[in-house]
């Protein structure tokens, strides 16, 4: 064997025995062995023989092999270095910026709420949601309400608690839908704010729930009826703008899956698509309908179609020729192939949503109309959608069809002029919605892309978000004083007018959604959206709502509780109404055309129901608005 010196260990080489044929027998083999202190050097200790000088070619091999796996442990050990440096920068040790990064990036609701959840305890934020004090509410008054609806509910009373939902239920009792208590964290809000909900849900069960011969349904319903309107209801309002109307679906996808979504709808333009959308599905449909939008089975050919693409210089002629850009007639085809022909009526009989179009006339002379199932029942809801969509240069206006007493689809204008778009001077109808539908709280989905630079998308702004908001106040209010001057001198009325539409309006809501839209979206903001964008947009639309959900769910829950609950009762009557009636057989001998079951002596032919006076089907009082 060998000693060769490799730095302070020694390699002892394995001479390999052959055979009479030189036959290796036994492979080479390598070892290391620390150094023996009592030598004076690392250097052979016998001179080499011929066998040995025979195998110093297979010693050589046998030292890269060697060096190979040094290079081999180097790799590995760099490696691994690397791979800690890499994390280090891109995942930091810092626990709560690793959470903010999860925030980012998160793909659902669930994958957000854990991370802002984790987030909210690393950052102690939890004590303050425990600590019912605050200066931003009156955590006195609710801590006492929240005592005598307990105490109610442990005496079994129900009488006083209905005593105590009737008088003192409001949706923002002691101030408890201020929005700064919902941005001191990244989700939830006080304990004591849920806790208070939580039992007033309840409460409105156990009320639903519970038999008594004291309460009657017809009772029960009364005060769910009359609860419901003294605490009011809350809208979805879909702000226009183009492609980026497309986030609206994002939007509705979180509210539907977080079972957050108001009955009451309303879409301006491009908002209008997704609201028809909607509208016109059954809850169960919805799931399926937003799977199809997400896999590319909608289609959105809005503004050309892919088989006959338009040149911009097409498109220039046309506008020289007409004063619009794209042919409103592809815009009708696309509609018409996305929504059925359905009416707004049809639409609220089949899915219980109420559906709201937001058009302008094309003429001055008259006012916006909001158009759903009260105002407009027969006009078909792809037309208003058309209408709705025809943006000024855009699109010429579209006309608004009906159907008839017969069926037959006949236009439904009543002065005969045509409707543009809905967003120039109602983008969100609030007053109206709230004069027919009894709202007092609105959603709105803001992405109109002359609104959403000037939007503050904190619940809390910031000191210098503040001071612009000031200067721009001021700007705006200098800009209609001299637009006015200018129409009172009769230059350009017309434009002016337009001009103080859009300046005027009210573009946010109780709580507004601004999804992010980017300067690169706006170079396609007139283009035929791809699978990608569709996705994309989704998504966005998705992550703005998330932060949004603490303070919709506790503004919200009591009302959509309202809602279910007044079913159930309703549900209940007409079974008490319409119950089948089982006769004995002395009964059954005086109905003629029957047929007894001799097992158990009851009727099975001729089904019999008893069928109480009308007064006593007319279940509701407010089913005008149902």
């Known amino acids: 064997m060998n000693f060769i010196a490799f730095r302070d260990f020694k390699i002892r080489t394995m001479t390999p025995q052959t055979s009479p044929d030189n036959e290796i027998l036994q492979t080479d083999s390598v070892e290391l062995i620390e150094p023996d202190s009592n030598r004076e050097n690392d250097h052979p200790i016998s001179p080499m023989n011929e066998e040995q000088e025979a195998v110093r070619s297979s010693s050589s091999s046998t030292i890269s092999s060697l060096v190979t796996g040094i290079k081999s442990v180097a790799y590995d ?25 999860l925030l980012e990036v998160a793909s659902n609701y669930e994958q957000w709420s854990d991370a802002a959840n984790m987030l909210d305890q690393l950052q102690g934020k939890d004590k303050w949601k425990s600590d019912p004090v605050s200066p931003d509410y009156d955590h006195d008054l609710l801590v006492k309400r929240l005592k005598q609806l307990k105490e109610a509910r442990r005496s079994g009373d129900l009488s006083q608690m209905i005593f105590l939902l009737r008088t003192s239920l409001a949706r923002n009792l002691a101030d408890m839908g201020q929005p700064k208590l919902y941005a001191y964290t990244n989700i939830s809000t006080k304990k004591l704010i849920e806790d208070y909900i939580n039992e007033v849900v309840k409460q409105l069960n156990i009320i639903c729930d519970t038999e008594s011969e004291e309460i009657s349904a017809k009772y029960k319903l009364d005060f ?9 209801r809350t809208a979805l309002l879909l702000s226009g703008g183009a492609t980026f109307g497309l986030t609206h679906i994002g939007v509705i996808k979180c509210l539907h899956e977080c079972k957050l979504l108001p009955r009451v709808i309303s879409g301006a333009s491009s908002g209008s698509i997704i609201a028809a959308l909607l509208c016109t599905k059954t809850d169960d449909e919805i799931p399926a309908t937003l799977k199809a939008i997400d896999s590319g089975g909608f289609d959105l050919e809005v503004f050309q179609r892919e088989s006959d ?12 020729k007409q004063g619009v850009f794209f042919d409103v007639e592809i815009l009708r085809d696309c509609m018409q192939r996305n929504i059925p022909d359905m009416t707004f009526l049809e639409a609220f009989r089949r899915t219980r949503r109420i559906l709201n179009i937001t058009v302008t006339s094309s003429t001055k002379f008259e ?17 208003a959608v058309a209408a709705s969509c025809s943006v000024p240069f855009i699109y010429s206006s579209s006309p608004l069809l009906e159907k008839d007493i017969n069926g037959n689809i006949v236009s439904w204008n009543p002065s005969g002029y045509r409707c543009i778009d809905g967003s120039v001077e109602n983008d969100l109808p609030m007053n109206k919605i709230s004069e027919l539908f009894n709202v007092n709280h609105f959603i709105v989905c803001q992405v109109n892309p002359h609104v959403v630079p000037f939007l503050e998308t904190k619940l809390i702004p910031s000191p210098i978000s503040r001071v612009i908001g000031w200067f721009l106040f001021l700007a705006f209010s200098e800009l209609q004083h001299r637009l ?10 017309g434009l002016i007018h337009g001009i103080q539409a859009i300046m005027s309006q009210r573009y946010y809501g109780d709580i507004t959604i ?7 979206d706006f170079l396609k903001i007139l283009s035929n959206p791809t699978p990608e ?14 932060p949004k959900i603490s303070i919709i769910r506790n503004h919200c829950q009591i009302e959509l509780i309202l809602d279910e609950i007044i079913y159930r009762i309703r549900f209940r009557i007409l079974e008490d109404v319409f119950a089948p009636v089982n006769y004995n057989e002395q009964n059954a001998s005086n109905l003629g055309n029957s047929k007894l079951d001799s097992s158990n002596k009851k009727i099975v032919q001729d089904i019999h129901y008893k069928v109480k006076p009308f ?12």
């Open 309 to 320: 693409p338009e040149s911009w210089y097409r498109r220039l002629t046309r506008f020289f």
């Open 615 to 626: 007064s006593a089907i007319n279940v509701s009082s407010d089913s005008r608005v149902e």
């Open 367 to 383: 006012m916006q109309g909001l158009l759903n199932y009260l105002t407009a029942p027969n006009v078909l809801i792809w037309s």
């Open 514 to 520: 601004v999804p992010h839209i980017s300067y690169a």
């Open 224 to 232: 769910f009826i009359n609860t419901r309107q003294s605490f009011g």
């Open 484 to 493: 006015d001057q200018l129409r009172e001198f009769g230059i350009m009325p």
């Open 77 to 101: 050990v760099s490696s691994y270095w690397v791979k800690k440096l890499y994390d280090a920068i891109l995942s930091p040790q810092d626990p709560q910026t690793y959470y903010k990064h």
């Open 533 to 546: 964008s569709l996705r994309a947009a989704i998504l966005r639309g998705e992550r703005a709502t998330w």
